[in-house]
């Protein structure tokens, strides 16, 4: 099974940046449409950002302008940067297909916005 690994969060202030890494076990993030997922509590994980096979991407609306999601096909990682957070992206982010989820969801990385 492939086995996705999420790291780069940590806490910062309002206005800071943050960006997030998603390393593949394997050549899979440029063959399927990959996500970046959030998940707060008492809420379901919902889909911020997604890059398509084709290298399409679309944003959650509530992110659009300020994430950008990318990849490296060479070192089988997937990005998301994050600018300008607020305190409402605080959560855990998770990496998987989108929409069709290609591995058993990992422990995700924390990102807490708050001053």
């Known amino acids: 099974q492939e086995v996705l690994a999420e790291s780069g969060g940590g806490s910062v202030q309002p206005g800071g940046s943050l960006r997030l890494s998603c390393v593949a076990s394997?050549?899979?993030?440029?063959?399927?449409?990959m996500g970046w997922f959030r998940q707060t509590p008492g809420k379901a994980r919902e889909l911020v950002a997604q890059l398509t096979s084709q290298g399409v991407t679309n944003y959650a609306d509530s992110v659009k302008g300020r994430f950008t999601v990318s990849r490296d096909n060479a070192k089988n990682t997937m990005y998301l940067q994050m600018n300008n957070l607020k305190p409402e992206d605080t959560g855990v982010y998770y990496c998987n297909g989108a929409p069709v989820p290609i591995s058993s969801w990992g422990r995700g990385t924390q990102v807490t916005v708050s001053s």
């Open positions: 394997q050549r899979v993030l440029s063959a399927n449409d």
